[in-house]
């Protein structure tokens, strides 16, 4: 199994900035895809930002110039720097992995317990 521990998230003002992080853990093989998601209430959870082994990544058109996603690969980590940020991106944000526990086993997604971020005056 593998387990994704976030950290980061809480209350800023609009127009302020915010830093996420996410470390995986466990029996992990070989991380395919990192991805921060998030679910604002009465919402359904959306992809914010992705990025792949190569580095390459995707962000939602929501978020582009203002978010930056990033990886350590030697600490299985992904990061989420969030700035000029709106009320609009409160939210919990999930921290998602694709990986492989084993080289004969199918990639799978994994999640993290969520962090909320409050984005108000």
């Known amino acids: 199994q593998v387990q994704l521990v976030e950290t980061g998230g809480g209350l800023v003002q609009p127009g302020g900035s915010l830093g996420l992080s996410c470390a995986a853990s466990?029996?992990?093989?070989?991380?395919?895809?990192m991805a921060w998601h998030r679910q604002a209430p009465g919402k359904q959870r959306e992809v914010v930002a992705v990025?792949?082994?190569?580095?390459?990544?995707n962000y939602a058109d929501s978020v582009k110039g203002r978010f930056t996603i990033a990886r350590d690969n030697a600490k299985n980590t992904v990061y989420l720097q969030m700035n000029s940020l709106k009320p609009e991106d409160t939210a919990v944000y999930y921290c998602?992995?694709?990986?492989?526990?084993?080289?004969?086993?199918?990639?799978?997604?994994?999640w993290g317990q969520g962090t909320q971020v409050t984005v108000s005056s």
């Open positions: 990025i792949t082994n190569d580095g390459s990544t």
């Open positions: 998602n992995t694709r990986a492989q526990t084993a080289a004969w086993t199918l990639p799978r997604d994994y």
């Open positions: 466990g029996s992990i093989f070989v991380i395919n895809s």
